[in-house]
Every structure is written in C-alpha cells, then in structure tokens.
C-alpha cells in the first residue's frame, strides 16, 4: 500500500502531477471555503493529511487547522485549533470550477482561547444569546421583578461587560425601565460544565460593584447556559482574562 502525501502548507508546490492538481485546486479551495466560514481570522494555517487517490476521490482523512482572532457566528476568539477527519467534499464539483462544499456532518475536535475582551465582543452570536437571554430573565425573578420578566412590556435588560478571572466571571448588567430610569447589576459567579453542551453558573453573588463583598443568589446557583447540540465540551478553564476550553464542534453541511 502506498504512503499517504502530506500536505503541509495549502500553497507549497508539489513534486508530483496530482499533487501539484491538489496545490492548484483543492487546496485553495478549502483554504477559500474556510474564510468563507468566518467574518474574520487571522493568521490561518491549514495541513491537509491524506494520499492522492482518497483526496481525488473526494475523500479528505484529516484536515488541521489553527488560526488567530478569528470570528464565527459571532464568537470572537483569541486562538483556535480544529482538527476534523473522514471529510467528504464535493471534489468533482470543484474541479468545474464550483465552490467547495461539505457532503457531510464532520465532528471538529476543537481548542478555544477566549480573552475578556472577545467574550465581550461575543455577547450577541447566536451561540451564546439564548442562553443569555433566559438567563437574564432569571436574574430579574431572582431580584424580585418577576412582574416584569412576566410582562409583555419587559425593559430592556443587557449585559454591558464580562470579566473572567481564576475560576469565575464577573457579569455587569443594566436594567432600562420603560420609564428611561437605569439600575446597574454586578453577578460574580464560577463556571463550570453541566454537561458537554451546557454550562452551568456555581455559588452566584450579587455585588454593589466590582470587587465589593456579594450576597448570595442561591436561586441562581446552579443555573444552566446551553450551547445548542452542535457543542460538545470537555474541558473548560478560566484563568486570569482568559478562558480556554477543549471539545468537539459538529460542522454541518450547507443547505443547498
């Protein structure tokens, strides 16, 4: 059985005729795809594993991938790695001059570093909205506005600012009456996983301000953000002005 090639740079020529077709074609390609999966990234470096006849067959074994401030869906983050194997593409497609395009669901093995300031730019992508959202709305009955989480006329409530530090967040929120009056809220909480597509807040207090001694919100303890089934999470740290978290993401085909 012959050796698989690698290729480790989507643009480095190749010795023989077929790779020099991959180099030519499908690795840029999928290196064009890949932008096309993300508002932003930066430094992108891409190494596709696998010999000639699987890859022109349409079939990619392994394909890496690391990156730096990159955005998808919204999520901003600092520096990422992807790596996703039995990769089915389009190829035939594509050597007509068509844009690549996933055949099938691929399960991404995937490691995240968040800093505070991407988790604050990241506080509208759809990955962590709904999930906000509800919580919010918890926080306003644990503070004794159930009637206006209830109501059909709800102020505007949003969070302004997250903080990460060893082991916890530091959430800064503003409720807007209908009326134009702002009240400020500061939740410390720790972060953990409830289960690989949810996490799940520990021992939450309140704060008169960042840094002041909390009250307790037992209510709160235990309250649960889920990430959507695509996500499955193994590891998650926080550490100072960073989060850094290990799992899979499943990276579904385009509709047609």
């Given amino acids: 059985m012959t050796n698989p090639k690698t290729i480790t740079h989507l643009d480095s020529p190749s010795s023989t005729a077929q790779n020099h077709l991959l180099s030519r074609i499908v690795a840029p390609a999928l290196k064009l795809w890949l932008r096309s999966q993300v508002e932003q990234v930066q430094d992108l470096q891409v190494k596709v594993s696998g010999g000639d006849r699987q890859i022109l067959a349409g079939y990619i074994p392994q394909v890496v991938i690391s990156a730096q401030n990159a955005v998808y869906q919204?999520?901003?983050?600092?520096?990422?790695?992807?790596s996703g194997e039995n990769i089915r593409i389009n190829l035939g497609q594509v050597l007509r001059g068509k844009p690549l395009r996933l055949l099938d669901p691929v399960p991404v093995a995937a490691e995240l570093l968040l800093q505070s300031?991407?988790?604050?730019?990241?506080?509208?992508a759809?990955?962590?909205?709904?999930?906000?959202?509800?919580f919010l709305t918890s926080l306003l009955s644990v503070a004794g506005l159930s009637e206006l989480a209830n109501s059909s006329a709800v102020p505007v409530m949003s969070l302004r600012q997250v903080m990460i530090g060893p082991g916890q967040l530091t959430l800064s929120t503003q409720l807007q009456s209908s009326h134009g009056h702002a009240l400020s809220l500061v939740i410390q909480t720790g972060l953990q996983l409830a289960s690989p597509h949810e996490l799940r807040l520990k021992q939450p207090q309140w704060l008169a301000r960042p840094g002041s001694r909390g009250l307790p919100l037992p209510d709160l303890d235990g309250f649960k953000l889920d990430l959507g089934p695509e996500v499955k999470l193994e590891e998650l740290t926080l550490a100072l002005d960073q989060l850094t978290c290990r799992g899979e993401i499943t990276v579904l085909p385009a509709e047609s």
Avoid: W
């Fill in 117 to 124: 300031a991407d988790l604050n730019a990241s506080l509208q």
């Fill in 126 to 134: 759809p990955l962590l909205r709904n999930g906000l959202h509800e």
């Fill in 74 to 82: 919204g999520l901003h983050l600092s520096q990422i790695r992807l």
